[in-house]
């Protein structure tokens, strides 16, 4: 375990961005308290790395991915245990309360805020092991899932478990073993997370996918418009994607950058501004920086890595 307690204060903040970026790539760390004070633990576990971090009121971001190589390639679950926290990736914002949980993109741009002191555990996963048990795994990502959720809380408490062994020696061959199973775990706990909003009756929100993707190349498209032609009031509409850690104008986003990225690749041939023009962009510059905040790349290093 590192702390910045043995640090002169006016020195505490630096050597913990340097804790930071070494334990997490393209991490960076804000904060605006005179007094600070925290620690962090980063424990290899057969192939996942584990980091548990206690902090004061921080602001925590990490870049998107500039380098070569495929993208995506991480996956990074976010365990709140103490404290609140507001989390952005994807263009949506969601609120996380002590226990909820959250899955992102390692390689795209995401920001981790709280007001308060707060505890988090960190896991990084491979992607392939996720797909492996979820392939329509970015339907899952920086969406949050309850910690009211008995699949949320096994996670917790298994993860609450390890970190007590975390000192202890540890055979290659048994830390692999419980790496797996707490994969496993997460896996299950995204998917049962997604049926249960499912069976809450997100058919608004389906309805309203199909008429995004229906009206896509239209740059006029907007939550106003999406509700009148479903005949339900705005309010609700917002509501019902809120409760999902959802923006309609953010579906919206969403839905564009996605088909974009579909067609760079299934039309190579085709100029990149066309593409953007006819997915509802206007402007080749604001879509070529929303599909490098999303993807982590702009739109024809995208094409040439896949």
Known sequence: MLSTRTFPPAERLDYWNDL???AVQGMTFDSNTNQFDAKIVVWELGDLKLVKSNSPPATFRRKARDGNGPIHQSLVAHLLTRGRALFEQRGRQIELYEGDMVVCAAEEFYCFASDQAHEVMVVELDRAALVAHLPQIDEHLA?????KLVGTRLVQRYMSSLWQEAGAEMPPAHAQMHATILTHMIAA???GSSEITQSHGNRLLAQ???LIAERIGDC???PSWIAAEMGVPLRTLQA???????TLGGMIMRRRLHTSAQRLLAEPHK??????MECGFADSAHFTRRFQKMFGSTPSRYRSLN
Do not use: M
Not at 143 to 147: E, F, L, T, V
Not at 240 to 246: D, I, K, N, W
């Open 220 to 222: 006029d498209l907007d």
């Open 271 to 276: 100029k990149i501004t066309a593409i953007a």
């Open 20 to 22: 930071i970026s070494a």
């Open 189 to 191: 706990c995204l998917e």
């Open 208 to 210: 309203a996918e199909i």
């Open 143 to 147: 969406r949050p899932i309850s910690g």
């Open 240 to 246: 019902t994607a809120s409760s999902v850690g959802e």
